[in-house]
């Protein structure tokens, strides 16, 4: 197994796969994407995908004022002059990971402003090469701080120089569940898109003024017992909505970085329906 890392590696730094690729195939090379990140500072690899200037994009990390912190995101957007629709990314309950950074790049990649915020930043950032320890520092958080740095994450991209002032919000597994947080207490934000997030309480839905478009994964019933008091509210409150359940996937089915969760064909679509949504409500 060593001489396939080492090969898949040289075809890395030769540029013949990117990171994405690379990351994908080390995953499978080694069982887990826990243990591909292990693997990482041996090959002389961060575990971090590095901000660059490359593919088109300008990618950089900056911090952005919220009430009780400066919070630290990685930003990118096109190389192009002018402005952009904003796009706020929130990472999955492992911190933010190589995988949600090259999320945000491919917002950018699509026309977007995007930032993904490292929400551990109250709590010393995320981790490298240990994303259990990037969960037990999730539980370190308090939550009413925690919506409140996201929210600020808004209110940032509002006047951002780069910004066009519309501002959309999406996040995947406790990414979603902040979504719908951000979507509930910002009542500046434009769109939301949480993917397999657990739902906001059902007396705060009258609070949401964003559109949202929410995916969920058939297999996945923890989450999905939610939805239909969910969508029954949303009804009631003639809230614009749009609920998709991807029949055959399971949680956590957009991580291209998780062979075990990555489905695919669910993936692509939920991403087209995505940008398509933000094209069409951050206008």
Not at 118 to 127: A, E
């Amino acid at each position: 197994m060593e001489s396939n890392i080492t090969k898949l590696y040289e075809a890395y730094k030769e540029g013949r796969i990117d990171r994405r690729a690379f990351l994908k195939k080390l995953t499978l090379l080694t069982g887990s994407a826990a243990t591909a990140l292990s693997v990482l500072p041996a090959l002389g690899e961060s575990n971090r995908m590095i901000p660059s200037q490359d593919d088109g994009l300008v990618a950089e990390m900056v911090d952005y004022p919220a009430p009780k912190v400066n919070m630290r995101a990685l930003i990118a957007h096109p190389k192009t002059e002018g402005k952009f629709p904003a796009v706020i990314v929130i990472h999955e309950n492992r911190g933010l990971q190589p995988h949600i950074q090259d999320v945000a790049k491919r917002f950018a990649k699509e026309g977007f402003l995007a930032i993904a915020p490292d929400g551990l930043t109250p709590v010393g950032g995320t981790p490298e090469n240990d994303q259990a320890l990037a969960s037990e520092r999730i539980r370190e958080l308090s939550a009413e701080d925690t919506v409140n740095n996201f929210v600020a994450a808004v209110k940032y991209l509002k006047t951002h120089p780069r910004s066009t002032g519309k501002v959309g919000c999406t996040g995947f597994c406790w990414g979603g569940a902040m979504t719908n947080q951000v979507a509930v207490n910002s009542p500046e934000l434009d769109a939301a898109v949480p993917y397999y997030g657990r739902t906001p309480a059902i007396e705060d839905v009258a609070k949401i003024k964003a559109p949202i478009m929410a995916h969920y994964a058939g297999n996945d019933p923890g989450i999905n017992a939610g939805i239909p008091a969910f969508e029954e509210e949303l009804k009631k409150q003639k809230k614009d909505y749009r609920i998709f359940i991807y029949d055959g996937a399971a949680h956590a089915f957009n991580n291209d970085s998780n062979p075990d969760r990555y489905h695919a064909e669910a993936a692509k679509l939920a991403w087209g329906r995505t940008v398509g949504f933000f094209k069409e409500k951050l206008k």
